[in-house]
């Protein structure tokens, strides 16, 4: 039965465990975005193959978009995490709901991934249209 408490949970967490907890699902997910950018290296690394064959150099063939590509998914992260964090922890000392930064944190990092696929996809329909 709910006593009036701002939080009904199972878990028996004071106000006080709250913050904690809170950089605790932080950390799990910057560790599930680690992940993610592993698989999205692994994408930059292989995008590059055809890099030579072309003309004229595709972005993603330049020193730049090489570069690009590879920072992007971990800058995306560390803005991520960097977000949730301070953001949350305001919000939690203003006496709001930290939670919600989660998505902004989450939304910062998907940006990032998404400007990875445009850099990786970005002239590739140019040079199968030329193809004889």
């Known amino acids: 039965m709910n006593t009036g408490t701002p939080y009904a949970s199972a878990l028996p967490c004071t106000p006080d465990q709250w913050p904690l907890l809170y950089l605790c699902t932080v950390a799990v997910l910057a ?8 698989g999205a290296l692994y994408v930059s690394i292989f995008a590059t193959d055809d890099c030579g064959s072309t003309t004229p150099t595709p972005f993603r063939c330049t020193t730049a978009g090489t570069l690009t590509m590879y920072a992007l998914p971990w800058v995306g992260l560390i803005v991520a995490v960097v977000a949730a964090v301070g953001l949350g922890l305001d919000a939690f000392g203003r006496g709001d709901s930290p939670w919600y930064f989660l998505l ?23 040079r199968k249209a030329s193809a004889p």
């Open 31 to 38: 560790g599930f975005g680690l992940l993610v950018n592993l």
């Open 104 to 126: 902004a944190g989450a939304g910062a990092h998907l940006a990032s991934l998404a400007a990875l696929c445009a850099a990786v996809m970005w002239d590739r329909g140019e």
